[in-house]
């Protein structure tokens, strides 16, 4: 059973464009989440990240976007360029049984921007 | 500051055969991972350390042992390699201090096949 739901599984979009990908969770102790990119032979690296006491984080061109009623975190990628041709992994984190921090993953979105 | 290591960067194995892969890092971080990756498949996580002589077993970790004896590196072994274990494989560490273990910092990855 996925805990953290992340759609569509691939996503091409026009220089210019705003691809956005959503995620969807049910376990309401999660307090984090995160995005990660990853470019081709590279590991994911931490993009952006917003805790639910805040319905909206941007850095530069990235959004994300909070509905903590809906249990919903969604990326948005304002004016995209070639260079952000990416997979792009939602993951949500909260406290397991042993007081440790632990992450859930999305299954990936890889995002093509076209010159 | 060389972040997480990875070695090696490929390898070939035959069926049957083992070998460790090495994960290094210089962050002083108290967390440890390995990650396999796979098409469509996300990060799944493998095994996990949340200290120097400590492992724990994530979601996928059969046919698979770690150790930890060092702060700094995490083995990941192979003792009868099988096809499925055909993967790209990932390491990533993180700090334990409460939300600082939230970022992952990830290695970049070993590939691995097993004919």
């Given at each position: 059973q996925q805990q953290v739901k992340q759609s569509p599984q691939s996503l091409i979009v026009q220089k210019g464009g705003i691809p956005i990908i959503n995620c969807a969770y049910e376990?309401?102790?999660?307090?984090y989440f995160p995005w990660y990119q990853q470019f081709p032979g590279k590991g994911p690296a931490l993009l952006i990240a917003i805790r639910p006491d805040v319905s909206e984080k941007k850095e530069g061109r990235f959004t994300i976007s909070f509905n903590k009623s809906a249990k919903q975190f969604s990326l948005h990628i304002m004016d995209?360029?070639?260079?952000?041709?990416a997979t792009y992994f939602c993951a949500a984190s909260s406290y397991n049984a042993g007081n440790n921090r632990k992450l859930i993953w999305g299954l990936g979105t890889s995002l093509a921007v076209n010159p | 500051n060389a972040g997480v290591t990875q070695t090696p960067k490929f390898r070939v194995l035959k069926t049957g055969q083992s070998m460790t892969l090495l994960c290094a890092q210089d962050?002083?971080?108290?967390y440890m991972y390995w990650y396999r990756q796979d098409p469509g498949m996300g990060l799944r996580l493998i095994h996990y350390s949340v200290g120097e002589g400590t492992t724990a077993k994530g979601e996928v970790p059969d046919g698979y042992n770690v150790s930890r004896?060092?702060?700094q590196n995490f083995l990941l072994g192979l003792e009868s390699a099988a096809p499925s274990q055909t993967s790209v494989y990932f390491c990533a560490s993180s700090s334990d201090r409460d939300r600082d273990a939230d970022t992952q910092y990830f290695g970049p990855g070993t590939r691995l096949t097993v004919l």
């Amino acid at each position: 059973q996925q805990q953290v739901k992340q759609s569509p599984q691939s996503l091409i979009v026009q220089k210019g464009g705003i691809p956005i990908i959503n995620c969807a969770y049910e376990n309401t102790a999660f307090d984090y989440f995160p995005w990660y990119q990853q470019f081709p032979g590279k590991g994911p690296a931490l993009l952006i990240a917003i805790r639910p006491d805040v319905s909206e984080k941007k850095e530069g061109r990235f959004t994300i976007s909070f509905n903590k009623s809906a249990k919903q975190f969604s990326l948005h990628i304002m004016d995209s360029q070639p260079g952000d041709s990416a997979t792009y992994f939602c993951a949500a984190s909260s406290y397991n049984a042993g007081n440790n921090r632990k992450l859930i993953w999305g299954l990936g979105t890889s995002l093509a921007v076209n010159p | 500051n060389a972040g997480v290591t990875q070695t090696p960067k490929f390898r070939v194995l035959k069926t049957g055969q083992s070998m460790t892969l090495l994960c290094a890092q210089d962050m002083n971080h108290e967390y440890m991972y390995w990650y396999r990756q796979d098409p469509g498949m996300g990060l799944r996580l493998i095994h996990y350390s949340v200290g120097e002589g400590t492992t724990a077993k994530g979601e996928v970790p059969d046919g698979y042992n770690v150790s930890r004896l060092k702060k700094q590196n995490f083995l990941l072994g192979l003792e009868s390699a099988a096809p499925s274990q055909t993967s790209v494989y990932f390491c990533a560490s993180s700090s334990d201090r409460d939300r600082d273990a939230d970022t992952q910092y990830f290695g970049p990855g070993t590939r691995l096949t097993v004919l």
